[in-house]
């Protein structure tokens, strides 16, 4: 009888181990779940711009009151992490050590926040809406949709950024136009100059960082109105026009001087379980892109639902 209860019994325990779920296996299904598309922000939120990095979380400002949310690309938890203090948080961009960079809006100012030890620089610069931003190896460049002029914030060799701003008018072939101008930033794929829409002429234009003077980029044709945030990945910028829901794709020539549309990505890419209502910025990750929809035009209140969709970067 105890020869036959033995083997019974350890083939149970077997059995149960098969069965069972252990930690190490539960994490590895975590790590396989699909990113969600659609990730909630807190109700009320007004999000604008987004950063994403270091890994896969995001980071998201509120136009009501400054405050920052950090959440997962992963599982769409967050929280935030920063309070506001009333001043708008628009356009952002995150580095390597989670410092943030952050547009002011109609506060005429700039931050820089260090999520890590939550110290904040504050930079007043005048500005008419400081709009978005842009990192370089050496400095943040801020851009300001009410005035023809762009903000420099040095940054030393470990990406820390220099107690002071300075300004940089915008000439050359510049055209303020009427309505918001400057609006969202990149650079040239040789990282040498800087790429700036004017949202209201819809022109996009090649920016020497060194002079101010700008030179209209040849497209052929092609009008980016509206056009908000931008995100250059290689050759190809992504423009984000805001109220047309939708992401003009311009795949540049190696100086910035020219470009051509090779895609529009529109609510008909998306997978059905998100959608726009008037995506701002876009941020990348993997082959994603991720755009918070600002929902302008809808009545703010603190029960009006805000999210983030996630879209195939490439067709």
């Known amino acids: 009888m105890r020869r036959i209860l033995v083997p019974a019994l350890t083939a149970v325990l077997g059995l149960s181990a098969l069965t069972a779920t252990s930690p190490a296996s539960a994490e590895l299904a975590e790590r396989d779940r699909p990113f969600p598309s659609r990730i909630e922000l807190p109700d009320g939120f007004q999000p604008e711009g987004i950063a ?8 998201l400002g509120s136009l009501a009151d400054g405050d920052i949310y ?76 009410g005035l023809p002029q762009l903000y420099r914030v040095a940054r030393d060799s470990k990406g820390a950024a220099a107690a002071t ?22 650079t040239t794929p040789t990282g040498g100059d800087l790429l700036v829409i004017n949202s209201g002429t819809g022109v996009l234009y090649r920016v020497d960082p060194a002079t101010g003077v700008a030179t209209a980029v040849d497209l052929g044709g092609t009008s980016l109105t509206m056009g908000d945030g ?23 020539d190696r100086t910035g001087s020219s ?10 890419d998306l ?45």
Do not use: C
């Open 230 to 252: 931008m995100l250059r990945h290689g050759r190809l910028l992504y423009v984000v026009r805001n109220r047309i829901n939708e992401i003009a794709v311009v795949r540049l």
């Open 70 to 145: 950090r959440v997962s690309l992963r599982t769409g938890e967050g929280e935030v992490v920063v309070d506001g203090t009333g001043t708008p948080a628009v356009g952002l961009k995150s580095d390597r050590r989670a410092r943030l960079f952050v547009a002011g809006g109609d506060s005429g100012t700039a931050r820089v926040v260090e999520t890590r030890s939550g110290d904040v620089t504050d930079y007043d610069v005048d500005g008419a809406f400081v709009n978005d931003v842009v990192l370089t190896k050496r400095a943040a460049w801020f851009t300001d949709s």
């Open 52 to 59: 994403i990095g270091p890994g896969a979380k995001a980071w």
């Open 259 to 268: 470009g051509e549309l090779v895609r529009t990505i529109t609510a008909d």
């Open 165 to 186: 701003a300075t300004t940089l008018p915008l000439t050359g072939e510049w055209v303020q136009g009427t309505g918001f101008g400057a609006n969202g930033i990149s």
């Open 271 to 315: 997978d059905g379980s998100t959608s726009f209502d008037v995506p701002t910025t876009v941020a990348k990750f993997g082959g994603r892109l991720y755009l918070p929809n600002a929902r302008f035009g809808t009545t703010a209140t603190p029960d009006t639902d805000y999210w983030v969709t996630k879209v195939r970067a490439k067709p």
